[in-house]
């Protein structure tokens, strides 16, 4: 191959990654509101959702953070390839719907998003791989639109359940049955084949680049100093994560679909709406972050979102909890982009998929316990502690981010 064929498959590296998250996120969108009403219908209580969606991300976070340490070790495109066979794999046995064991088991060791965004290794590998395709303020912006792209996908996803909920309530009247349960099952295990089918086409260029540890026949080991800010950070992280498990997508659902009694053609309109005014942020981010600095975007965006986010719960009817939560969403997701471009500037080249594997998976393992304990509050009288729970965790969250790493110095000069 001449260099100039490596040059243009190198540049198609994006593409292909934007089309296997776009493949995902609609996938993860679209399961994670139909999935519960599913189960609300088959009589699944919403303490046992909970703990099925504790499963999924106890699974998600175990993952992350054991193949953190060995993701160029083992090969980036090999770890996406191999999580994409175990979704496929996996997926199909959710058709024995009424064994909750065999459920759970689905849960921990698939890809099923109980929040409609990422779950599993794939972001974090992701992340590393556009690191080294781009630098500085260009990463930033290409972590934007990836993430543009993510929830354009996932509000897509949600559309595409609303339209389940339009079929369903028009040719059965009663709901989702077995046969289109099993054709979203099929659906949802297609998505998985697609995503590995794109993998596939993957070129080493996104690899780690060989360092002098690699060449010497030994494996790169992140300094003590690197271990100990990767740690810092991810505790944060898994801070605010345990804060956002409170109230995932599917517990949102479930809440809404109880509180308010909004069906399922409904829920897919309002969950395209929240994903639709997040990707939109995503962009504002970017812009923002050249002006004020990473840092104070993710801080400054997020606090007010966390003041929104307490305020639902207390509102009269579903139309002011709906606006609520739309206006929430307009600021909540601006630091998913810039957290991920400030994270990345923190580190080395070689230490970046040990980085954004153990802060995601730490961030999947903060989420893992909360679900469950979200759905034991809304199981009881007290339907708006999660709320009032996130929120204030959150805000801890981000007063902490501020003042442990104002002063940290980031690293925009490495080059391609």
């Not at 540049?11 to 493949?23: D, G, K, M, Q, Y």
């Not at 699944?44 to 953190?68: D, R």
């Not at 494996?219 to 956002?244: G, I, K, N, Q």
């Amino acid at each position: 191959m001449t260099t100039d064929s490596r040059n243009r498959r190198r540049r198609l590296e994006p593409a292909l990654l934007l089309s296997a998250r776009t493949i995902r996120e609609v996938a993860f969108g679209f399961i994670s509101i139909v999935l519960p009403v599913y189960w609300h219908e088959q009589g699944y209580s919403v303490v046992t959702i909970g703990l099925l969606y504790t499963f999924a991300l106890i699974g998600s976070s175990i993952l992350s953070l054991t193949l953190g340490r060995f993701v160029d070790r083992l090969g980036r495109r090999r770890i996406l390839v191999t999580s994409s066979i175990l979704w496929i794999v996996t997926t199909p046995f959710l058709l024995a719907s009424k064994d909750v064991t065999l459920i759970g088991v689905v849960m921990l060791l698939g890809s099923i998003s109980p929040t409609g965004k990422e779950i599993g290794i794939y972001l974090g590998v992701e992340q590393a791989m556009l690191s080294r395709l781009y630098v500085g303020q260009a990463r930033t912006n290409t972590y934007a639109w990836f993430n543009l792209v993510g929830y354009t996908a996932t509000a897509v996803g949600a559309l595409l359940a609303s339209v389940v909920g339009i079929t369903a309530s028009t040719s059965t009247g009663s709901g989702i049955g077995a046969t289109m349960f099993r054709g979203i099952v099929i659906s949802y295990t297609v998505a998985g084949v697609i995503q590995l089918a794109i993998y596939g086409l993957l070129t080493p260029s996104v690899e780690a680049e060989a360092s002098k540890a690699a060449t010497d026949g030994t494996h790169h080991v992140p300094e003590r100093s690197t271990r100990r800010l990767v740690y810092r950070l991810s505790s944060l992280f898994a801070l605010d994560s345990f804060a956002a498990g409170l109230i995932v997508q599917g517990i949102l659902v479930y809440w809404f679909r109880v509180q308010y009694h909004v069906d399922l053609t409904q829920l897919g309109l309002i969950f395209f709406g929240t994903n639709t005014l997040s990707a939109l942020s995503s962009l504002a981010a970017a812009r923002i972050a050249k002006r004020i600095g990473l840092l104070n975007t993710m801080v400054f965006t997020h606090l007010p979102s966390n003041v929104l986010l307490m305020l639902i719960p207390f509102m009269p009817n579903a139309t002011l909890a709906v606006a609520i939560l739309l206006t929430r969403h307009l600021l909540s997701q601006m630091d998913v982009p810039t957290r991920q471009a400030y994270s990345m500037a923190m580190v080395d080249t070689q230490d970046r998929s040990y980085l954004a594997a153990w802060t995601n998976g730490a961030r999947t393992l903060g989420t893992s316990p909360t679900p469950v304990l979200s759905g034991a509050m809304l199981a009881t009288s007290l339907t708006g502690l999660p709320f009032l729970l996130a929120g204030g965790l959150k805000i801890i969250y981000d007063l902490s981010l501020f003042v442990t790493f104002r002063k940290v110095p980031l690293d925009f000069s490495e080059k391609n």
